[in-house]
């Protein structure tokens, strides 16, 4: 900087020149001190060091806050505390103003008579980098149609076909990590925690299939499901089905944490704000549906279309304050999540009804409407028509035509500027400028991550996961103080006819409240693994047939099928060592001779005793 003001020092107009010999006459040091540079005066404050860089002024110790303390140690103690919470605010301010990257690019017009959407995908590729223009891609296949899906860091693309067609693959590098051909209907696919492990909502259940396609579990419980969404930070598998019922399966234990019947028939649209992990979903009567584990009833019910409802998003980018709705009535609908007060902005799509809604991680919405994909910016989406009754659509920022019908999915990839729409015949991968997120927080997504960090990605997220009661609305309401005079919600107590008979019976002062005497049977002690609840009336189990209500038995049933504890191995050694007695003994007293053992290839090697 010092060089750079001598060297603009040293170059002075003519006329100065002339006259310097003139003026070194009357030079003296005071003159000097006083003269300011006018290019050094300009450089300095557009070419400023951060703050967190300049030598740091040592305050002193006898005019200060803490001047007035007469223990030595303890205020130069006081001192030090002081210099570096200004330093680490300093590096603080200067992180935030030289550290955060720029963000994401769109197309810009020239002239006023110019538009973006008239833009196709061959300029796009020729004018951006080589990295960005492997997103434009075609992949065909002839079992379709397909639903597209991205893992978290957007490395790894899943995608399954309706007639069983299943392909997992890191798409940037071209690598595929499985292909299967199920040979039944498939519905929908998702990603669990990372790109190891994948769920498919397949014609009768849910299977989970791992990094290779080989199946790991079948799970019985998610019976006709049609749409799921996993929940990254409950570790919860939600499902929606043909019968109605959202179910939430906990993929780290294998128990399933809540279903709750919805009364509205099958569902075939249902997503998740990634901000509050709230499930919204959209029935065949128009009405769009708010879910949570803790809660059996809707917290929000609305009824946002004349028809059913094809498809929903919300805003990534908006802190989920935006929710996106398309319908069979060929509308699609803009709402405010915070007040629910009508919808923000609406319009009709032309070419049929919209059969799929998608936000990105920058606010650009994606809508897929007859046979072409139109992709509007904001702010454009979320101001409100000229006029309180218009249907007309929002500026257009992107449009493609995409020949194969029937387009039913697309999605964002979270960092690049890219988007895959699922059609009849493959996937096609076009580019959105401007669409990904262009800062990556590497603490929740590693886009770069190997093999061990991944792991230990894995292992962390398990350590801090959420319980599935902290899901809510409102997610900042978790820790906050009650105001005075808040009362806390109690359950009705219910009426005396309506209540349990042991309760009655305790009511009216006859409940035998004696303990169990010894004579009681082992079904009766309380040998649960934690899961009941304390004064719970007991369900009655449906009476087997003959051998199948034995005791042991019936609390292997109450044992989680997928958690194997020493207990519940011993158990089933125990069963297994009586069972094989009781046929010896039935064995011995029909006369029949003791069954022997198969040999096997390796008995002539043993030793005669």
């Given at each position: 900087m010092d060089a750079l003001a001598a060297a603009a020092d040293a170059i002075k107009p003519l006329s100065e020149v002339k006259k310097g010999s003139k003026k070194q006459k009357h030079n003296d040091p005071k003159s000097q001190k006083k003269r300011t540079d006018a290019t050094l005066h300009s450089i300095t404050p557009r070419a400023d060091l951060p703050r967190s860089m300049r030598p740091a002024a040592t305050e002193s110790k006898t005019h200060g806050p803490y001047a007035h303390i007469r223990d030595k140690k303890l205020k130069a103690k006081l001192h030090s505390q002081v210099a570096q919470a200004s330093q680490a605010k300093a590096l603080r301010q200067d992180a935030t103003t030289w550290?955060?990257?720029?963000?994401?690019?769109?197309?810009?017009?020239?002239t006023e008579l110019e538009r973006t959407w008239r833009t196709t995908q061959t300029e796009i590729v020729e004018a951006v980098g080589s990295d960005v223009a492997t997103g434009r891609r075609e992949w065909k296949w002839d079992l379709g149609p397909y639903r597209v899906r991205y893992s978290r860091n957007g490395r790894h693309m899943a995608v399954a076909g309706r007639r069983g067609h299943v392909i997992t693959s890191e798409w940037h590098e071209n690598k595929i990590h499985s292909e299967i051909q199920l040979r039944e209907t498939v519905r929908d696919i998702t990603f669990l925690q990372d790109h190891t492990m994948y769920a498919v909502a397949q014609k009768k259940y849910a299977f989970i299939y791992d990094q290779n396609g080989v199946e790991l579990h079948r799970l019985k419980s998610i019976v006709e499901p049609t749409r799921l969404e996993f929940l990254p930070y409950h570790w919860l598998l939600?499902?929606?089905?043909?019968?109605?019922?959202?179910?939430?399966l906990d993929t780290s234990t294998g128990t399933m944490v809540a279903e709750q019947r919805t009364k509205l028939g099958a569902c075939n649209a249902m997503t998740q704000n990634i901000h509050n992990a709230v499930i919204y979903l959209g029935h065949q009567n128009g009405t769009v549906a708010l879910h949570t584990p803790s809660t059996p009833t809707p917290l929000v019910r609305l009824q946002a279309h004349l028809g059913p409802i094809t498809s929903l998003s919300v805003d990534p980018s908006s802190g989920g304050r935006y929710l996106a709705t398309a319908g069979q009535d060929s509308r699609v609908k803009?709402?405010?999540?915070?007040?629910?007060?009508g919808c923000v902005r609406e319009w009709t799509v032309r070419g049929g009804a919209p059969s799929e809604v998608e936000w990105s991680r920058r606010g650009c919405l994606g809508v897929i409407g007859g046979g072409s994909i139109n992709i509007y910016a904001p702010p454009a989406v979320y101001a409100p028509a000229p006029h309180p009754n218009?249907?007309?659509p929002p500026s257009l920022y992107l449009n493609h035509p995409i020949p194969h019908r029937p387009l039913v999915s697309m999605r964002f990839c979270p960092f690049q500027d890219t988007i895959a729409i699922g059609h009849a015949h493959g996937i096609s991968s076009i580019i959105v400028p401007g669409s990904g997120e262009a800062n990556i927080d590497s603490f929740e997504d590693g886009v770069f991550e190997n093999k061990k960090a991944r792991q230990e990605r894995e292992v962390r997220n398990l350590l801090d996961k959420l319980q599935p009661d902290m899901i809510m609305l409102d997610p900042e309401f978790i820790g906050r103080l009650a105001?005075?005079?808040?009362?806390?919600?109690?359950t009705p107590e219910l009426p005396f006819r309506q209540k349990p008979r042991l309760d009655r019976l305790r009511d009216l002062g006859k409940a035998d409240e004696s303990p169990a005497s010894d004579g009681e049977e082992v079904d009766n002690i309380n040998m649960g693994d934690g899961d009941e609840q304390v004064g719970r009336p007991k369900e009655k189990e449906k009476m087997k047939m003959r051998g199948k209500g034995k005791s042991l038995k019936r609390y292997l049933r109450r044992k989680r099928k997928n958690v194997v504890d020493p207990s519940t191995v011993a158990i089933r050694e125990k069963i297994a060592k009586m069972q094989a007695a009781r046929k010896a003994e039935a064995r011995q007293k029909a006369g029949l001779p003791e069954k022997q053992a198969r040999l096997t290839a390796l008995d002539r090697f043993k030793r005669n005793s």
């Amino acid at each position: 900087m010092d060089a750079l003001a001598a060297a603009a020092d040293a170059i002075k107009p003519l006329s100065e020149v002339k006259k310097g010999s003139k003026k070194q006459k009357h030079n003296d040091p005071k003159s000097q001190k006083k003269r300011t540079d006018a290019t050094l005066h300009s450089i300095t404050p557009r070419a400023d060091l951060p703050r967190s860089m300049r030598p740091a002024a040592t305050e002193s110790k006898t005019h200060g806050p803490y001047a007035h303390i007469r223990d030595k140690k303890l205020k130069a103690k006081l001192h030090s505390q002081v210099a570096q919470a200004s330093q680490a605010k300093a590096l603080r301010q200067d992180a935030t103003t030289w550290l955060a990257g720029e963000p994401g690019g769109k197309m810009q017009v020239e002239t006023e008579l110019e538009r973006t959407w008239r833009t196709t995908q061959t300029e796009i590729v020729e004018a951006v980098g080589s990295d960005v223009a492997t997103g434009r891609r075609e992949w065909k296949w002839d079992l379709g149609p397909y639903r597209v899906r991205y893992s978290r860091n957007g490395r790894h693309m899943a995608v399954a076909g309706r007639r069983g067609h299943v392909i997992t693959s890191e798409w940037h590098e071209n690598k595929i990590h499985s292909e299967i051909q199920l040979r039944e209907t498939v519905r929908d696919i998702t990603f669990l925690q990372d790109h190891t492990m994948y769920a498919v909502a397949q014609k009768k259940y849910a299977f989970i299939y791992d990094q290779n396609g080989v199946e790991l579990h079948r799970l019985k419980s998610i019976v006709e499901p049609t749409r799921l969404e996993f929940l990254p930070y409950h570790w919860l598998l939600a499902s929606i089905g043909n019968a109605g019922y959202l179910k939430y399966l906990d993929t780290s234990t294998g128990t399933m944490v809540a279903e709750q019947r919805t009364k509205l028939g099958a569902c075939n649209a249902m997503t998740q704000n990634i901000h509050n992990a709230v499930i919204y979903l959209g029935h065949q009567n128009g009405t769009v549906a708010l879910h949570t584990p803790s809660t059996p009833t809707p917290l929000v019910r609305l009824q946002a279309h004349l028809g059913p409802i094809t498809s929903l998003s919300v805003d990534p980018s908006s802190g989920g304050r935006y929710l996106a709705t398309a319908g069979q009535d060929s509308r699609v609908k803009i709402w405010d999540c915070r007040n629910w007060k009508g919808c923000v902005r609406e319009w009709t799509v032309r070419g049929g009804a919209p059969s799929e809604v998608e936000w990105s991680r920058r606010g650009c919405l994606g809508v897929i409407g007859g046979g072409s994909i139109n992709i509007y910016a904001p702010p454009a989406v979320y101001a409100p028509a000229p006029h309180p009754n218009s249907t007309i659509p929002p500026s257009l920022y992107l449009n493609h035509p995409i020949p194969h019908r029937p387009l039913v999915s697309m999605r964002f990839c979270p960092f690049q500027d890219t988007i895959a729409i699922g059609h009849a015949h493959g996937i096609s991968s076009i580019i959105v400028p401007g669409s990904g997120e262009a800062n990556i927080d590497s603490f929740e997504d590693g886009v770069f991550e190997n093999k061990k960090a991944r792991q230990e990605r894995e292992v962390r997220n398990l350590l801090d996961k959420l319980q599935p009661d902290m899901i809510m609305l409102d997610p900042e309401f978790i820790g906050r103080l009650a105001e005075p005079g808040y009362v806390p919600f109690t359950t009705p107590e219910l009426p005396f006819r309506q209540k349990p008979r042991l309760d009655r019976l305790r009511d009216l002062g006859k409940a035998d409240e004696s303990p169990a005497s010894d004579g009681e049977e082992v079904d009766n002690i309380n040998m649960g693994d934690g899961d009941e609840q304390v004064g719970r009336p007991k369900e009655k189990e449906k009476m087997k047939m003959r051998g199948k209500g034995k005791s042991l038995k019936r609390y292997l049933r109450r044992k989680r099928k997928n958690v194997v504890d020493p207990s519940t191995v011993a158990i089933r050694e125990k069963i297994a060592k009586m069972q094989a007695a009781r046929k010896a003994e039935a064995r011995q007293k029909a006369g029949l001779p003791e069954k022997q053992a198969r040999l096997t290839a390796l008995d002539r090697f043993k030793r005669n005793s």
